[in-house]
């Protein structure tokens, strides 16, 4: 079992309830970049004494918003490649059938795993709906275009000899030979999020780490579709490094102070779902079928708790978050017991992306949440403790 | 043709077409816009009292299949070229409404060895303003009531009971909004070449531009009728970016006046 720290690089100040969406449109005149700076600073400090302390690290990506002002993953990565020791780098991920260079994204994890000697854990993602309409091309055919891109970066990083050609239906290049080349051999793990059975199913097929987000107590029908097409295509069962899930933390040595953490925390899961109408469901995202049934009516985004309660992931209450297994909210017992919980139920689990840092959360907050997780959380976790109940 | 039958579905060019067939005479080939046929019924019915009017679902749009590799207007413009010749039209007046005047536009600029009439109504596909702004309004960065409001000047001809409507009809909805995005994301709704092959279209043209647009303003509309030589340019009083939905009586009338002259060609004699 790993942990990694995870946070969304956000521009809390920029919030403002008169904002209607904090995605596309936000004007970044909202960011004041002195403030900015402070964060970026603070943010790559925790993942720094994250690394010091026995955790892993998480980086993500998205464009033209305040919740996550990182639209660069390749920046911080390059920075933390150099100064950080230990840690894996994950990012998770890059939005490769929205950008539109492969071979660039090759070049630049190629770089990014020679620096670090090796430690890069190479996330691939669809991305969110609202990321479209920032994209050049549009949602249709979407998946055709990412599982493309996908082949020619593993083909880019893995061809030692010299250069080829590529001539695909999306992409077109002459003479494609990245360097460096790669320092784990033949190229670095490959994460892919997930969510639907046929996108599963392909993730498992190339035996990849399954990627899943604040999917809750539902985390384990996606882990049983994983090994179901791992058992159709005769192969033993998948280990739990297979896995990973993000999950928010609010820790603290007191009840109070967590309960209080996860107020703090809750902000961005209220904000991250202002998206103005038109960005919420990009034509040729989601199937004809879907698309037809969001015209009639809204659907909203959610999860069950293990009662099969439905928890709405944008408004619910803390209690039921925590319930619904989006939320790890306590002491370090009370986070360690939910956890412990939570990786039995979904039958084992590798790897655990933490948002340990979250909207207006402070540095020194985030610091001792990071400190009691890799002190009082993360040894726990990794004990053998009832094999028998991880089986199941 | 029984005016009550519903349109029927075609193999052309080896995919099959949804095709709404009416009238007789003189054959007319209507080009629905990105939102779909649904709100041109009226319009087809008048243009069907004079003349033979051809109006398929494009291919991606309503219950018509999408070619495999059709991801372009180019491409759909020779699905289009196909068509014409698979139905053995000549002496045909082509009507295209804002996606398919784009639609229009470029087969016309392919050649109009079959053609007479060129009309466009509200028609986009051309680039004429600054690099920095988009001509058109950008449907998919407005909201639906937004550009609802200004696509029209009043929107309940188009407006629907979603709740109600049959699961085949909002099928056809989101067919119609995918498939505008497919060929129309980027470049937002237009061939960044189209305007520079627009002095190829040899048969008359007229533009009719409902007057309060708030989707293609007038002077995109002005700009786009000035790079096709020859071409007329009408205002449609009491329409936003539909016309012939609007206003579908004044529409037909314009429509069929201008295609009743004696059909003539311009420049090519071939």
Known sequence: MRIYHFSEQPCPDAWAPEHKSLRVILPSRNCD?????????????????????????????????????????????????????RARLLTLGYPIANRLDPVRVAEEFAMIDVISRGRLEMGLVRGVPYEVPLSVRSAVGQMDRFWEAHDLIIKAMTSIDGPFDWQGEHFQYRNVNVWPRV???????????????????????????LGTFLSGFQTKDLFDHYRKACADLGRPAPAPDRFSYLGIVAIAQDRKEAMRRAEVMVGYLRSSGRVAEPFATPPGYFSVKDAARMIKARGKRGTTTREGKFVDTHHGAIEDLVK?????????????????????????????LMMGHAGHMTHAEAVDQITLVAKEVLPRLQKPRAASKQAA | MDSAEGPVTEKIAGANVEILRRGKGRPVLFLHPHIGIH??????????????????????????????????????????????????????????????????????????ERLSRLVLLGAVGAKFGERDKSDLL?????????????????????????????????????????????????????????????????????????????????????????????????????AGHFPHMEQPEAVARHVIGFASDRPRRRGDTR
């Not at chain 1, 964060?39 to 996550?68: P, V």
């Not at chain 1, 997930?194 to 996108?199: A, C, E, I, K, L």
């Not at chain 2, 909002?170 to 189209?194: D, G, H, V």
Request: charged residues 20%; proline residues 7%.
């Open chain 1, 183 to 209: 320092y784990q051999q033949p190229h670095p793990p490959v994460w892919i999020t997930g969510r639907s059975p046929q996108n599963i199913r392909e993730i498992a097929e190339r035996g990849y780490v």
């Open chain 1, 324 to 352: 619904a297994g989006i939320m790890f909210v306590g002491t370090p017992d009370d986070v360690y017991g939910q956890l412990a919980e939570f990786v039995d139920n979904v039958g084992g689990l590798g790897h655990f």
């Open chain 1, 33 to 85: 970049p002195r403030v900015m700076a402070e964060n970026y600073h603070h943010r790559l400090d925790e993942w720094m004494l994250a690394d010091e302390l026995g955790l892993d690290i998480m980086i993500n990506e998205h464009h033209a918003t305040a919740t996550c002002c990182c639209p660069v993953a390749a920046v911080p990565l390059a920075i933390l490649a150099r100064q950080t020791q």
């Open chain 2, 138 to 238: 950008d449907i998919f960065a407005t909201p639906r009531s937004r550009w609802e409001e200004l696509s029209f000047r009043d929107p309940a001809v188009w407006l629907r009971d979603y709740e109600s409507l049959p699961e085949e009809e909002l099928t056809a909805m989101a067919r119609n909004r995918e498939a505008t995005a497919l060929f129309a994301w980027n470049p937002y709704m237009y061939n960044p070449k189209l305007k520079a092959r627009l002095h190829r279209i040899r048969v008359p043209a007229l533009f009719l531009w409902g007057a309060h647009d708030g989707f293609a303003p007038l002077s995109y509309g002005r700009s786009f009728c000035a790079a096709v030589p020859g071409a007329k340019f009408e205002e449609i009083a009491e």
């Open chain 2, 39 to 112: 709100g041109s019924e009226r319009f087809i019915e008048l243009l069907a009292r004079e003349a033979q009017v051809i109006a398929p679902s494009h291919p991606g749009f309503g219950h018509s299949e999408l070619p495999k590799g059709m991801s372009s207007v180019d491409d759909m413009s020779y699905f289009y070229l196909d068509l014409i010749e698979e139905l053995g039209l000549r002496d045909l007046v082509v009507v295209g409404a804002s996606f398919g005047g784009w639609i229009a536009a470029e087969i016309a600029s392919k050649t109009c």
